[in-house]
């Protein structure tokens, strides 16, 4: 081998990649998997991401940063169409794109479509990842990989399953290939870019919305009011959380708390037990649940996810 080829593969890559695709097509959960840490929340429902995550990959040769977007859906609020305008926006900054799609449904539909559109008129590098392949057989997938083929030409298209950590790899392998040389932007220990506080609301917020059904979900939004580390009298040190949950009307209040507060009982429990994992220390999380009527359309608290 020659020195200067040796050379060249040696050169260090950097680069920002965004996830996008319809809601609960399973964008989070590739995030989080690649990424080995829980960074972003979640849950069999849609619209479940919010806000632009940041999440970085640190391999020998690179550092991959993961930007997870909302999903792609129509929107019903305003809080909707700024997620949705969001998805698009970071990812007109991105390196690259890994564009996810359900393979469990039998062709191109609406919301696929729209994104399509989005990424032919980028002109991106576009890497296809077909998700829960775990549910489809193969001559279903192979079907629906040739229509992807005919729209647009894909720097790859790679079958997957996060549940079942199945090629995920792949995806990382074919991004460092195409990615450019470039700096560590972030420090190698960091995962994420976001702030203890937000994990804290994000992880009560998942867990809300898989314990919750029908419309009750989409109207919450989690605010850590104080958060302050202390010693217990046997100097253990713990973290104490006051946390608002916020919903959209009194009927909901209601069910959030659930009979004799068992439902927030519950949502406490599961959300303190994920958090001691995650940051290593003991929690005394304390939950309430307020009413802002009608936030989703609310410009005032809208703006606070515009990017
Ligand atoms: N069977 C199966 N389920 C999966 C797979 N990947 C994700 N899921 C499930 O799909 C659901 C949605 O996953 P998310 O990661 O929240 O999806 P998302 O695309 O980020 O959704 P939004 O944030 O709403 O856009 C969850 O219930 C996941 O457990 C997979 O490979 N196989
Ligand atoms: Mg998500």
């Not at 829980?38 to 995550?53: D, E, F, L, S």
């Not at 790859?156 to 290939?177: M, R």
């Not at 309430?288 to 996810?305: A, L, P, S, T």
């Amino acid at each position: 081998m020659s020195e200067n080829k040796q050379q060249s593969k040696e050169e260090f890559k950097s680069g920002f990649v965004s996830i996008i695709g319809r809601t609960n097509v399973g964008k989070s959960s590739i995030i989080n998997s690649l990424v080995g840490e829980k960074v972003a929340a979640i849950a069999n429902k849609p619209q479940t991401t919010r806000t632009i995550i940041r999440a970085i990959v640190n391999r020998p040769n690179s550092q991959i940063i993961f930007i997870d977007t909302p999903g792609i859906h129509k929107p019903k609020s305003k809080l909707g169409n700024v997620m949705v305008e969001n998805a698009f926006e970071v990812s007109k900054e991105v390196d690259i794109l890994v564009f996810v799609v359900d393979s469990t449904t039998d062709e191109i539909g609406k919301g696929d479509k729209l994104i399509l559109d989005k990424i032919k008129d980028s002109g991106k590098k576009t890497i296809l990842v077909l998700n829960k392949i775990d549910l489809v057989d193969k001559a279903k997938i192979a079907k629906l990989i040739e229509q992807y083929k005919d729209e647009y030409d894909f720097a790859s298209i790679i079958p997957v399953s996060t549940v079942k950590k199945i090629n995920l790899d792949i995806i990382l392998d074919e991004i460092e290939k195409n990615l450019k040389p470039g700096p560590a932007y972030y420090n190698i220990e960091e995962y994420t870019d976001q702030t203890t506080r937000q994990l804290v609301e994000e992880t009560i917020r998942e867990k809300a919305l898989k314990l919750l059904n029908d419309e009750v979900p989409h109207g919450i939004l989690v605010e850590v009011e104080k958060m302050k580390r202390r010693k217990t009298l046997e100097n253990e040190p713990i973290y104490n959380i006051d946390a608002v949950i916020y919903c959209l009307r009194n009927s909901h209040k209601g069910i959030i708390i659930g009979k004799n507060g068992s439902m927030l009982k519950r949502i406490g429990t599961y959300a303190r037990e994920d958090l001691e994992k995650m940051l290593g220390i003991k929690i005394n999380l304390k939950l309430w649940v307020k009413v802002k009527e009608d936030w989703i359309n609310n410009e005032k608290y809208i703006k606070n996810f515009k990017l």
